[in-house]
T-cell receptor, first 114, second 114 residues
Framework: AQKVTQAQTEISVVEKEDVTLDCVYETRDTTYYLFWYKQPPSGELVFLIRRNSFDEQNEISGRYSWNFQKSTSSFNFTITASQVVDSAVYFCALSGEGAQKLVFGQGTRLTINP | SAVISQKPSRDICQRGTSLTIQCQVDSQVTMMFWYRQQPGQSLTLIATANQGSEATYESGFVIDKFPISRPNLTFSTLTVSNLSPEDSSIYLC???????????FGDGTRLSIL
């Protein structure tokens, strides 16, 4: 069975601080895909990144960066110099080989205070 | 990336009635999915909408309660039947072109039951 755990239910920081959202996953598949989505207060789900299990390179996109470590089954997300607009619920998700359906973590509610 | 239009965006329904949610994708997609997000919770997959055949339901979800249609590669509907207060949720449609491609989501349908 596949499982995604986001142990941090809520995080609150002051603007400009760096913040890391943790994601730990479980799967028996050799090939799998990891995702991060953002859900702002308006409710839509915004795709942020997809990683396949064979690509452990870290990725940076502006203020966002992702650290994928197969050894610890983790796919953590860091926001550098956070901004109020980053306030949202962030979901980590997993899909297995051949199956596109996503298994979501419980989400982390991030609040950036001015 | 595919653009997904979902309607209605919200509705308030009486107990015992049914609501049909439509999901339209601007391009042909291999897979379409329906998720439920209960208040303050994560997303749970209801079913995979298969084109030309019956949907594949996840454990805990049944066709009588959540009938799904997918007449072609760009359109699907989800009906939530015999509504009760426990059905108050956000229902989201998603579409993807394969497990190595990101799934994109519609803006969701916020359903409230009186």
């Amino acid at each position: 069975a596949q499982k995604v755990t986001q142990a941090q239910t809520e995080i609150s920081v002051v603007e400009k601080e760096d913040v890391t959202l943790d994601c730990v996953y479980e799967t028996r598949d050799t090939t799998y895909y990891l995702f991060w989505y953002k859900q702002p207060p308006s409710g839509e789900l915004v795709f942020l990144i997809r990683r396949n299990s064979f690509d452990e390179q870290n990725e940076i996109s502006g203020r966002y960066s992702w650290n994928f470590q197969k050894s610890t089954s983790s796919f953590n997300f860091t926001i550098t110099a956070s901004q109020v607009v980053d306030s949202a619920v962030y979901f980590c998700a997993l899909s297995g080989e051949g199956a596109q359906k996503l298994v979501f973590g419980q989400g982390t509610r991030l609040t950036i205070n001015p | 990336s595919a653009v997904i239009s979902q309607k209605p965006s919200r509705d308030i329904c009486q107990r015992g009635t049914s609501l049909t949610i439509q999901c339209q994708v601007d391009s042909q997609v291999t897979m379409m999915f329906w998720y439920r997000q209960q208040p303050g919770q994560s997303l749970t997959l209801i079913a995979t909408a298969n084109q030309g055949s019956e949907a594949t339901y996840e454990s805990g979800f049944v066709i009588d309660k959540f009938p799904i249609s997918r007449p072609n590669l760009t359109f699907s509907t989800l009906t939530v039947s015999n509504l009760s207060p426990e059905d108050s949720s956000i229902y989201l449609c998603s579409a993807g072109q394969g497990s190595n491609q990101p799934q994109h989501f519609g803006d969701g349908t916020r359903l409230s039951i009186l």
